[in-house]
């Protein structure tokens, strides 16, 4: 699976937008690009996928590059509750159903109050 | 809540002991993953289960073993207890072998003494 980059660590201050950067200069043509996060003393809990174009759900918006080479993971309104560890993993959805997860170390969001 | 189960919360144990832990899918998923978090190594995939069948292996130890019973729910044996051992273990579920969204456990904290 191709690899990621992701800052070790951002702040913002609640009820502002927060934009999570993640580059993947190397991702093919097949790779999802998927978000998770993982709250303290918590599972990781899925956020959000996407393949070419943005994406929108309840919990965020997933922005592509047009290239691929990069993705932004944006949080319209964080909440002390968005405070977690943020990974930015690419996936090919493999026709053999080994469909595991390779997690990097992810982005840890401070949430200011 | 993800839906998915484990048990138990917290396992203690002695070094070279065995241990079983547990994990019910959410209702109707068939895939089943393991994952072990520590502290040095972060979230590694472990090896993952298609409706009873193995699909994929990751950094497995060789005392390490795992199946998935026929009402798929999952056990991971863990044998020969090594300090380092001591770790988050998540399972988590998927649908089938084509959906890209998996649902985390809330994990089996083992800690080997």
């Known amino acids: 699976d191709a690899k990621t980059t992701q800052p070790n660590s951002m702040e913002s201050n609640e009820e502002e937008p927060v934009h999570l950067p993640c580059n993947h200069s190397?991702?093919?043509?097949?790779?999802?690009i998927h978000w998770y996060r993982q709250l303290p003393s918590q599972g990781p809990e899925y956020v959000i996928h996407g393949l070419t174009s943005n994406v929108n759900n309840r919990m965020a918006s997933l922005a592509i590059a047009e290239d691929r080479k990069s993705s932004t993971l944006i949080l319209h309104r964080a909440t002390l509750r968005d405070a977690a560890v943020y990974y930015c993993?690419?996936?090919?959805?493999?026709?053999?159903?080994?469909?595991?997860?390779?997690f990097g170390t992810g982005t840890r969001l401070t949430v200011i109050p | 809540d993800s839906g998915v189960t484990q048990t138990p919360k917290h396992l203690i144990t002695a070094t070279g002991q065995r241990v079983t832990l547990r994990c019910s899918p959410r209702s109707g998923d068939l895939s089943v993953y393991w994952y072990q978090q520590s502290l040095d190594q972060g979230l590694q995939f472990l090896i993952q289960y298609y409706n009873g069948e193995e699909r994929a292996k990751g950094n497995i130890l060789e005392r390490f073993s795992a199946q998935q019973f026929p009402d798929l729910h999952s056990e991971l044996n863990l044998s020969s207890l090594e300090l380092g051992d001591s770790a988050l273990y998540f399972c988590a579920s998927s649908a089938g072998t084509t959906s890209l969204e998996q649902y985390f456990g809330p994990g089996t904290r083992l800690t080997v003494t």
């Open positions: 190397t991702i093919s043509g097949t790779d999802y």
């Open positions: 993993i690419l996936r090919l959805l493999k026709q053999t159903g080994a469909n595991n997860l390779f």
